[in-house]
């Protein structure tokens, strides 16, 4: 009696290891499908400045336009994300 005990729970046990094992794959794949890719990331990848005078001088010195986000908010931080 007690090796069939023994047997049934390593069976369970097994079990219950390939079960997590697919969950995790599983659950994996999902998350690669629906993830951004790095195109679809490019905006956080921006280089912020805090002050206009700043953003027009390296502006002019890499030949790019310069994007002015303007925040309304009373706690509106661009750079940390708060707006």
Known sequence: M???FCAF???LGTTAA???EMSVRQLLAKYDAIRPDDDQL???RLDWET??????QRARSENRPVCL???HARY???TSGHC
């Open 2 to 4: 007690r090796v069939i």
């Open 9 to 11: 729970f390593t069976a």
């Open 18 to 20: 390939l079960a997590d």
């Open 42 to 44: 490019a905006m956080y």
């Open 51 to 56: 002050s206009l005078a700043t953003a027009q």
């Open 69 to 71: 986000v303007v925040i």
């Open 76 to 78: 509106g931080d661009i």
